[in-house]
T-cell receptor
Framework: EDKVVQSPLSLVVHEGDTVTLNCSYE??????LLWYKQEKKAPTFLFML????IEKKSGRLSSILDKKELFSILNITATQTGDSAIYLC?????????????FGTGTLLAVQP | KAGVTQTPRYLIKTRGQQVTLSCSPI?????VSWYQQTPGQGLQFLFE???????NKGNFPGRFSGRQFSNSRSEMNVSTLELGDSALYLC?????????????FGNGTRLTVT
C-alpha cells in the first residue's frame, strides 16, 4: 500500500534553532512531492519537488528530494515563533485519469521564544 | 484573486443526521478535491471532481458523496452521521488537478457529531 511517513511526529525547539523535518514515501508511480504548512486552518503551499538533488529555497526554508532513497527533507534555519505549525508532506502518484495525493500525518513544530 | 471559500466554518450535528458542506474554488480552477483531517489519521483523500465529473475517489463509505456544478463550485454530503465523522473537512482547488500544480486549500469546515 502506498504511504507517506513523516518524522518526527512533533518537535519543540527554541527561537534561532535549525530544524530538519523528514518525509519518506513508498509510492508506486511517483511524480512529485509537496510540502505544506498548516497553522490554524488552511494548509499553505511551500514547495513542489520533482527532480532529485535540486534544492528549493524560500527565505529560511529549503527542501530537497532524494528519489533514490525515497525521501525528502524540509529545513528551517533561524526558527521564529511564527514557524510554529504542522508541516505536511504529500506525494503525488501518477494515476489514470488524474494524479492522486497521499499525505503524511504531519510534523507538529513548536518554536518557543 | 479570492481564495478557496468553504461554508459553513463550523457545524454541530447529532448522530444519524446528514450534512452538506460547500466549497467555492479559486476562479478558473476546474479541479476540486475534498479531504478529511483528524488528529490520528492526518489528511485523507475523499474525492476529486473535475468539470462536474468525479474522477478519483478515496476509501470512504458510500455515506460520503459529492458533486460539482458547472461553475466549479462543489458540495460534499455525509449521510447518517457517526461520531467518527467529527473532523476538519478541507476542500482544495487547482487548475487541472493534483501533481500538475499545487493544491490551494480552503479554511475548512469543522464538523462535530454528538
Amino acid at each position: 500500500e502506498d504511504k507517506v511517513v513523516q518524522s518526527p511526529l512533533s518537535l519543540v525547539v527554541h527561537e534561532g534553532d535549525t530544524v530538519t523535518l523528514n518525509c519518506s514515501y513508498e509510492v508506486t508511480n511517483f511524480r512529485s512531492l509537496l510540502w505544506y504548512k498548516q497553522e490554524k486552518k488552511a494548509p499553505t503551499f511551500l514547495f513542489m519537488l520533482t527532480s532529485s538533488g535540486i534544492e528549493k529555497k524560500s527565505g529560511r526554508l529549503s527542501s530537497i528530494l532524494d528519489k533514490k532513497e525515497l525521501f525528502s527533507i524540509l529545513n528551517i534555519t533561524a526558527t521564529q515563533t511564527g514557524d510554529s505549525a504542522i508541516y505536511l508532506c504529500a506525494s503525488v502518484e501518477l494515476g489514470g485519469a488524474t494524479n492522486k495525493l497521499i499525505f503524511g500525518t504531519g510534523t507538529l513544530l513548536a518554536v518557543q521564544p | 484573486k479570492a481564495g478557496v471559500t468553504q461554508t459553513p466554518r463550523y457545524l454541530i450535528k447529532t448522530r444519524g443526521q446528514q450534512v452538506t458542506l460547500s466549497c467555492s474554488p479559486i476562479s478558473g480552477h476546474r479541479s476540486v478535491s475534498w479531504y478529511q483531517q483528524t488528529p490520528g489519521q492526518g489528511l485523507q483523500f475523499l474525492f476529486e471532481y473535475f468539470s462536474e465529473t468525479q474522477r478519483n475517489k478515496g476509501n470512504f463509505p458510500g455515506r460520503f458523496s459529492g458533486r460539482q456544478f458547472s461553475n466549479s463550485r462543489s458540495e460534499m454530503n455525509v449521510s447518517t452521521l457517526e461520531l467518527g465523522d467529527s473532523a476538519l473537512y478541507l476542500c482544495a482547488s487547482s487548475p487541472e488537478g493534483a501533481g500538475n500544480s499545487p493544491l490551494h486549500f480552503g479554511n475548512g469546515t469543522r464538523l462535530t457529531v454528538t
